[in-house]
């Protein structure tokens, strides 16, 4: 199956027996919901997000604590580090609390995740909630999903031939730049963030929202630099965003990047699009911690509500169930993921090359 084509399951034309049966593989997500919450995986864990939240408050003050002692060294660099992992982790933790995962009440989560992606992380939990919900309606789906629009990365042989000017020249080596461009995502994070925030139209909360983000830049930064002299700064902050950027890449593009791509208008079943369009990473309790919950992206999809010590357990059911209705399931180790992300990437990127070589052969051989 390609990599940018996933047709629709294809509902028999003729015969009962087997109308019935796409039918009850098409309806099958209700079966597996049940036995989800009969397992009780979907009952809040308020002890594992308390003690999550304060090990990375600790941690965070145990860093700008480190950071201030230190005074002027490049031993800073390694703090900027780890400030780049712990800020992620509470990216991680917002993700959770958006999706109503940490508190029964959505209100109560909203609150949460509002403080944790402005005030901690710096970025704005509006924009990013409204980005990640179209997400999660159609993931991979071409005109739909706006983590596989056009941008400094293509997702689709198409978007790439289309690539003009310096976006081009990214395009044709992106295979070899992805992972160098991910150091640039906080940095874009941040940006398209407050662009966002300053753009005219309805967006909830963006008073607390500019306030939030504003403390927290002018306390962040204001110590960064009471700290450092300039140039040491700028490098402290170079490094903690990179770091950050390519953590959260790390950690986001493996969930889908290489995976199917639904084209424009096809319609799949629940199940089917969520799943095939997903990818799980392997590795246990190490692989959860590393990925806050990521790496179990199926049942995340499938359960957007549920808990992080939810998801390995829904997974054997997830498994289970896949396996007795036929619905291809994958899950690689990180290694492997990682490496299909940039083939795939590349792949792309050598299309957009013999494209621009040659306009008229790729489009008769398409046609």
């Known amino acids: 199956m390609s990599a940018t084509d996933v047709p629709a399951p294809v509902r028999p034309a003729y015969g009962a027996a087997a109308r019935a049966e796409w039918e009850r593989r098409t309806n099958s997500f209700t079966e597996l919901a049940k036995q989800v919450r009969a397992a009780g995986l979907n009952d809040r864990t308020p002890g594992f997000y308390l003690a999550l939240f304060s090990g990375l408050v600790v941690a965070l003050a145990a860093a700008l604590a480190g950071h201030v002692l230190l005074g002027e060294s490049w031993l800073q660099l390694l703090i900027a580090a780890a400030l780049g992992i712990i800020f992620t982790q509470f990216a991680f933790l917002g993700h959770e609390a958006s999706h109503r995962q940490v508190f029964a009440s959505g209100p109560a989560n909203d609150r949460f995740g509002r403080l944790l992606a402005t005030f901690f992380v710096g970025i704005s939990y509006a924009w990013w909630m409204t980005k990640h919900t179209r997400h999660h309606g159609n993931p991979n789906q071409l005109g739909r999903d706006p983590d596989i629009a056009p941008g400094w990365v293509s997702f689709t042989d198409e978007d790439a031939a289309h690539a003009t000017g310096f976006r081009a020249w990214i395009t044709r080596r992106q295979g070899w730049l992805f992972y160098p461009l991910m150091l640039l995502l906080g940095l874009d994070l941040h940006q398209a963030s407050i662009r966002r925030l300053f753009r005219p139209g309805q967006l909830q909360g963006r008073g607390i929202e500019l306030t939030l983000l504003g403390v927290r830049f002018a306390l962040y930064l204001g110590m960064v630099f009471w700290v450092l002299p300039v140039g040491m700064a700028f490098a402290f902050l170079g490094v903690q965003l990179g770091v950050f950027g390519l953590y959260m890449g790390v950690s986001f593009a493996p969930n889908h990047i290489g995976m199917p791509i639904v084209p424009h208008g096809v319609k799949l079943d629940f199940l089917d699009k969520q799943v095939l369009t997903s990818r799980n990473v392997s590795g246990g309790w190490w692989a959860t911690a590393l990925m806050g919950g990521l790496n179990y992206q199926i ?44 083939r795939y990437i590349n792949d792309v990127g050598w299309a957009a090359r013999h494209s621009f070589m040659c306009p008229a052969a790729v489009s008769i051989g398409r046609g």
Request: aromatic share 6%.
């Open 299 to 342: 049942e995340h999809h499938l359960f957007p509500g549920m808990p992080r010590p939810g998801l390995r357990h829904a997974r054997r059911l997830v498994r289970q169930h896949c396996a007795r209705y036929g619905v291809p399931y994958v899950e690689n180790d990180l290694g492997e993921a990682l490496t299909i992300v940039v």
